[in-house]
T-cell receptor, first 117, second 111 residues
């Protein structure tokens, strides 16, 4: 297993276009998270999945954002009608949660840098 | 609502110096606290994970401590090297294990 993989690494799109990012987590991990990071800030939580179920969505995730994790494997994050304010680094992470909410730590991918022009 | 603060925002030290990075959090009901390193334009690399029942973790030249009662964690880096230059982020994990991040400390180690 080579860790968490994110594609593409960079995406430049015109305002109003739709974009989709993919995340392949570590195969044994049951949790998958999406975060967004803007310049000079720490990552902000967007949403997470426990296997295939999306259990929580941040208020940052407007109606233009949708995330899926079919069959509890890879995940996609789609942004519709992109705006300049969507420009950021989108980070995916996975973790293994055991019994009694014990978490074995996060592993992050390298991120997808989105630029909306 | 959990809030995480990191001090200082930036730090420059000469090579070989020992240093401490500080992280404070408002909600002591955290389940774990994790320290990450981020190089410019890159993703996050996990450094140390401290469970709520633990007080510290060590890996090589790094030592992280956790004091839930005071809402503080520190990352100690011994004998700093230019290769340690990066942004260091701390993050607290709650009941759902989503992480709340600080804004990071930008470390520059001068050769």
């Amino acid at each position: 297993d080579t860790g968490v993989s994110q594609n593409p690494r960079h995406k430049i799109t015109k305002r109003g276009q739709n974009v989709t990012f993919r995340c392949d987590p570590i195969s044994e991990h049951n949790r998958l998270y999406w975060y967004r990071q803007t310049l000079g800030q720490g990552p902000e939580f967007l949403t997470y999945f426990q296997n295939e179920a999306q259990l929580e969505k941040s208020r940052l995730l407007s109606d233009r954002f949708s995330a899926e994790r079919p069959k509890g494997s890879f995940s996609t994050l789609e942004i519709q009608r992109t705006e300049q304010g969507d420009s950021a680094m989108y980070l995916c992470a996975s973790s293994l949660e055991g019994r009694f909410l014990y978490n074995y730590g996060y592993t992050f991918g390298s991120g997808t840098r989105l630029t909306v022009v | 609502k959990q809030e995480v603060t990191q001090i200082p925002a930036a730090l420059s030290v000469p090579e070989g110096e020992n240093l401490v990075l500080n992280c404070s959090f408002t909600d002591s009901a955290i389940y774990n606290l994790q320290w990450f390193r981020q190089d410019p334009g890159k993703g996050l690399t996990s450094l140390l994970l401290i469970q709520s029942s633990q007080r510290e973790q060590t890996s090589g030249r790094l030592n992280a401590s956790l004091d839930k009662s005071s809402g503080r964690s520190t990352l100690y880096i011994a004998a700093s090297q230019p290769g340690d230059s990066a942004t260091y982020l701390c993050a607290g994990g709650g009941a759902t294990n989503k992480l709340i991040f600080g804004t990071g400390t930008l470390l520059a180690v001068q050769p």
